[in-house]
């Protein structure tokens, strides 16, 4: 147990909306560091937020969508730049090692990235509970793009549950993913658009007494959540906010 903070570098959708950087939130705890999601401007917030990726042990990533996984090989290639010793952990649904090789393959050919570093990949179960150094990860499939492998995380980190549903329209499978949780970070992209694969707040406000989070906090804003900001009840993420927790 110890104090944990959370820390929002991204939480705009896929567009930027509202000029909030792609999906990334840092969780930093007493014996672990770690990033969950990694989307492709992320890394610029990492910078502005003062996070020095040296301390960072482990990159969970939701799915594989640009906007929350596209930033990694920016991150690989300045770690290999600065040859970087220290372990870094990857944990993804499965194909994230073939996926990250193809990106920087793409993006920096030639650079031999993947071989200059200490990186080990992991893939996460559904059936069970991952144990990672100082963290459980257990996931959950949700509704998003299936070629994305979209799932969502329940991190248990320092004697605490961070949850955080990844893209997904309404599944119940929300429902046991908040459960207990200390933060329940919910994507929430649109106000009251159907939109297959995202959730919308008058969905959320439906099914939210069945949510037994402690603590809600919602995340991947577009511009139609923005322009009904006034009428959300619930707290909204934007990049810089920190939660202890
Ligand atoms: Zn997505």
């Not at 071989?115 to 069970?128: E, T, W």
């Not at 959730?199 to 007494?209: G, P, R, S």
Request: charged share 20%; aromatic share 8%; proline share 4%.
């Amino acid at each position: 147990m110890g104090e944990l903070t959370v820390t929002i570098i991204g939480c705009g959708d896929a567009f930027t909306s509202g000029g909030q950087l792609h999906t990334c939130f840092s969780i930093k705890a007493p014996h672990t560091n770690l990033l969950i999601d990694c989307g492709a401007t992320a890394y610029c917030g990492i910078k502005k937020q003062g996070i020095k990726i040296d301390d960072i042990d482990t990159i969970v990533i939701s799915h594989f969508h640009g906007d929350h996984y596209g930033g990694v090989p920016f991150l690989l290639l300045e770690e290999a730049v600065r040859n970087r010793e220290k372990p870094l952990t990857i944990i993804s649904p499965p194909t994230g090692k073939e996926r990250i090789t193809r990106l920087l393959d793409q993006l920096y050919p030639g650079s031999n990235v993947l071989n200059k570093l200490n990186l080990i990949f992991k893939n996460y179960r559904i059936d069970g509970v991952l144990q990672a150094d100082h963290l459980e990860i257990a996931a959950f499939p949700v509704e998003h793009a299936v070629d994305t492998l979209p799932h969502g995380l329940r991190l248990g980190v320092a004697g605490k549950i961070i949850s955080f549903t990844g893209d997904t329209g309404w599944t119940p499978m929300l429902i046991e993913l908040a459960r207990d949780a200390d933060l329940f970070i919910c994507e929430c992209n649109y106000y009251h658009s159907e939109v297959k694969g995202h959730m919308n707040y008058e969905t959320l406000l439906a099914y939210d007494d069945q949510l037994l989070y402690k603590q809600l906090l919602l995340t991947h804003l577009g511009d139609e959540m923005i322009r009904h900001r006034d009428q959300i009840r619930h707290p909204c993420a934007h990049d810089g906010l920190n939660v202890v927790l």
